[in-house]
């Protein structure tokens, strides 16, 4: 009897036997029915909850997971705007009237420093008078005559003398002539061994040759060639020739390349080398030949009239060149903005 209630109590299925052998009464069937009843309901959530569980931890993975991927991503994006600046482009906005009519005030322009190759400094103290040292990733190409680039400012603390670096003082510009080029402008017509074609609208060169000198005195100084000790001689329309120097380039230390080159020499050295009893010196010592040590840039605004560049300041080191762009169509831009041009366009930056 006994062996009995136990098999009863483990499954409700023998109620059924013991009831065809009339061992149990229908009471005692019921109540031990309906335990066994409760037993199964018990048994069958515990088999439901362990099926679930795998289910349940694989949701909580996948969710854990979407999580993580969205914190990355996110994380991720300022990294991402960074090095989409210092590697591949940058935007900038052009301000000033250097260089229009090929780009107006307010335009936004984006440069392509995978091209020449980004600068990546080697020192972050960007005090006055610190040089800028960095290195340059490779690139596809150099810069050369006609493109249009970014660059620091040669003269950024308003030394006029000579070349300094300064960050986030930057000039767009178009560049007459790469490390190597002779480049030079003849009654107002701009020129370089570089490029058959130097890019500068013709209607400014134009406009340069046909406005009287007595204009540029009163605004821009009608004298350039400051950087090369030739304010006697040339003037914004009637400059050179002279030949922008490159790495290892040699020069013979005579009075002409004296002048001319002091300025790019006292960059790289130091010290500026003078002309003095018929020889150059350097710190008292005679300097016969000099071999450059970088390369190289001049540049000039489109906006041959009214553009503060390479004439007055002179050599531009390549390396402080950020990058290079090509110039957006603004053929719709320009229509909307020629009487704002024309009002600027005498204004000085």
Not at 220 to 238: H, M, P, R, V, Y
Request: charged content about 20%; proline content about 5%.
């Amino acid at each position: 009897m006994n062996q009995l209630l136990q098999l009863i109590f483990i499954d409700h299925h023998y109620c059924l036997l013991l009831i065809l052998y009339g061992k149990l009464s229908d009471g005692s069937l019921d109540i031990i029915s309906e335990n066994s009843m409760m037993e199964n309901e018990e048994r069958m959530e515990g088999w439901w909850k362990k099926l679930d569980e795998p289910f349940k931890s694989k949701r909580t993975e996948r969710i854990v997971t979407v999580v993580m991927w969205v914190m990355i991503v996110l994380a991720s994006l300022p990294l991402l705007h960074f090095g989409r600046r210092v590697f591949i482009t940058d935007r900038f906005v052009v301000r000033g009237v250097s260089m229009t009519p090929t780009l107006t005030t307010g335009q936004g322009v984006y440069v392509r420093k995978w091209l020449m190759g980004p600068r990546i400094y080697t020192s972050f103290d960007f005090g006055e008078g610190k040089p800028l040292q960095c290195r340059r990733l490779p690139g596809i190409r150099r810069i050369r005559a006609g493109d249009i680039a970014v660059f620091n400012s040669p003269e950024g603390y308003g030394v006029y003398d000579r070349i300094t670096f300064k960050l986030n003082y930057v000039y767009a510009k178009r560049c007459l002539g790469a490390a190597g080029d002779t480049i030079g402008i003849k009654d107002s017509h701009y020129y370089s061994s570089g490029a058959e074609s130097t890019g500068i609208p013709e209607s400014q060169e134009q406009m340069l040759r046909s406005t009287p000198d007595s204009v540029f005195q009163k605004s821009w100084s009608l004298a350039a060639g400051q950087f090369a000790g030739e304010a006697d001689n040339w003037t914004i329309k009637d400059l050179g020739p002279i030949v922008v120097p490159y790495k290892g380039m040699t020069i013979a230390m005579d009075s002409v390349n004296t002048a001319h080159y002091a300025r790019v020499i006292d960059y790289e050295l130091g010290v500026r080398p003078i002309w003095s009893g018929g020889r150059a010196l350097l710190e008292g010592v005679p300097l016969r030949s000099y071999v450059f040590r970088e390369n190289y840039c001049f540049f000039v605004g489109d906006n041959a009239p009214n553009s503060r560049d390479s004439r007055y300041f002179g050599f531009v080191p390549e390396k402080f060149v950020i990058g290079i762009f090509k110039v957006p169509r603004t053929d719709l831009l320009l229509s909307h903005q020629t009487s704002r041009t024309i009002l600027t366009s005498i204004k000085t930056e």
